[in-house]
């Protein structure tokens, strides 16, 4: 007993030593300090400094102003906020070192969850995958939501495990805290509550019986309440600075009277299948000049629509500003795009820009050219990224493997995956980053496949998830 201790713990320290090690030389050789971070520390500055949650800006004469804002949730400012106060303003390197930390908590609690669900050698195996995955340590490197959104997403379900095995004020109060603040950091972080707390009560009546369904309400609604609890103070804070009724954050992150350019986006969304174009197109509108040689041909459906659409970008770069005029004249090009191929537009792009953002390499934060797949230009970058998309294969590949052997919570872990799919599919310009927050899920049910299980497990069913038994 103690010499298989022992060695559990020696593989545990070396899978944390590697791990640690492979997120400090993501944050020494590819940190990302540029662009949205830099929105986030923005935000999280005048928060410090001026007791304003806002963003500057400079005025004609070079005068610096702060002025309100609500396009970002505040989870992650204060985040951001608090490595600020404690090692100084500016200072991101602590910001990333911070995030080392978090992701490999995260390991634990995967593996934790595992445990739990399926014995120390799953266990083992969850967290080897957890340390090893170059894609969520990666995104330790870049001040961003990412890496914290991760670990809610672990956190919430280990304590919905541990909740459902004791339910406990503490393991309560854990469990709406990780769902709260997942919301906090995005808006869609929301669908980790529309999952869990419903599985409390098809969990706790499956666990506890019929008698015990009164207990899974209360324990669901109690967390319910608790997790909204900071909304309510930021759709105040929202309604008295803005006048604008938002619990969560605009769609297209504008503050009240900034335009969203609804027309360009509509017209993204009836082509844009790939980070390619999001990168080239969708990110540069209104900042810098558009070519019309980044837009692919399956842009156009005919010669016709091609030309107004280059007459639309004409007018665009000569002032690089997408003004009503011009953004009126992308939604006329897309309702007539979607009027003649609804099922296109529909479901056909939205199934490709999923599976985009979750089977492209992510290699989005390292220096890999956008077309990675022209070996002729760079073929060490190919091969490269080539392999990274067959290392993502494997863990999505290996997930489904176990998620196919119904596993104990498969239920809520499945519709954690759907639901967030189908949101991602309503987006117009995929990004792969957005499915990052599915790998705590998929890391376990790779780990149950990957390892073997008890004979008690592997009888679990559907039937039994659904609190059928074996009279289903």
Same mark, same amino acid.
């Given at each position: ?52 949650? #806002? +963003?500057?800006?400079? %005025?004609?004469?070079? !005068? =610096?102003?702060?002025?309100?804002? @609500?396009?970002?949730?505040?989870? &992650? ?81 280990? #304590? +919905?495990?541990?909740? %459902?095995?004791?339910? !406990? =004020?503490?393991?309560?109060?854990? @469990?709406?805290?990780?769902?709260? &603040? ?291």
């Amino acid at each position: 007993m103690n010499h298989d201790r022992s060695r559990t713990w020696i593989f545990a320290s070396l899978a944390t030593a590697i791990g640690a090690a492979l997120r400090l030389w993501f944050v020494h050789a590819y940190p990302v300090l540029d662009g949205d971070p830099l929105v986030y520390g923005d935000i999280a500055k005048n928060w410090l400094l001026h007791g304003v949650y #806002g +963003l500057s800006s400079q %005025l004609i004469d070079g !005068t =610096a102003v702060v002025h309100p804002t @609500l396009i970002r949730l505040p989870g &992650y400012p204060l985040f951001v906020a608090i490595c600020f106060k404690l090692f100084g303003i500016e200072n991101y390197r602590a910001v990333l070192y911070l995030q080392v930390l978090v992701d490999l908590a995260s390991c634990f609690f995967i593996a934790g969850f595992v445990r739990r669900m399926w014995g120390a050698r799953a266990a083992g195996v969850a967290l080897w995958l957890g340390a090893l995955c170059p894609f969520t340590s990666n995104y330790v490197a870049v001040p961003l939501t990412e890496t914290l959104s991760v670990f809610c997403v672990a956190l919430a379900f280990h #304590g +919905l495990l541990r909740l %459902l095995e004791n339910p !406990t =004020a503490g393991r309560l109060l854990v @469990l709406a805290g990780a769902v709260s &603040y997942a919301a906090l950091l995005r808006p869609d972080g929301a669908l980790l509550g529309v999952v869990l707390i419903p599985a409390i009560v098809i969990y706790g009546r499956r666990q506890w019986g019929a008698a015990g369904i009164v207990r899974a309400l209360k324990l669901a609604a109690i967390c319910g309440a608790i997790s909204v609890l900071p909304f309510i103070a930021w759709t105040i804070r929202n309604y008295r600075t803005f006048n604008v009724f938002e619990p969560l954050a605009p769609r297209y992150a504008v503050d009240p009277g900034e335009s969203a350019t609804p027309g360009f986006n509509r017209w993204m969304k009836t082509w844009c299948v790939e980070f390619t174009s999001t990168y080239e197109i969708y990110w540069n509108a209104n900042t810098d000049k558009l070519d019309i040689a980044n837009v692919p041909a399956r842009a156009f459906d005919s010669a016709e629509q091609q030309q107004r659409t280059a007459e639309l970008f004409e007018d665009y770069n000569q002032t690089a500003t997408l003004t009503p005029a011009i953004d009126d004249g992308f939604a006329a090009v897309a309702a007539e795009r979607i009027r003649g191929h609804w099922l296109r537009y529909y479901f056909e792009l939205p199934l490709l820009r999923v599976l985009d953002m979750g089977l492209r390499p992510r290699t989005e934060s390292l220096p890999i050219d956008l077309r990675w797949w022209k070996y002729g230009e760079h073929p060490a970058q190919t091969i490269f990224a080539a392999g990274y998309a067959a290392l993502n294969l494997a863990y999505i590949t290996a997930a489904i493997a176990g998620l196919l052997r119904w596993p104990r919570l498969a239920g809520a872990m499945a519709a954690f995956i759907v639901l967030r799919c189908l949101l991602l599919a309503t987006l117009e310009a995929p990004e792969s980053r957005y499915t990052l927050e599915l790998f705590p899920v998929l890391m376990a049910l790779a780990a149950s496949a990957l390892s073997r299980r008890s004979h008690q497990d592997a009888g679990h069913s559907l039937a039994n998830d659904l609190g059928f038994g074996s009279s289903f």
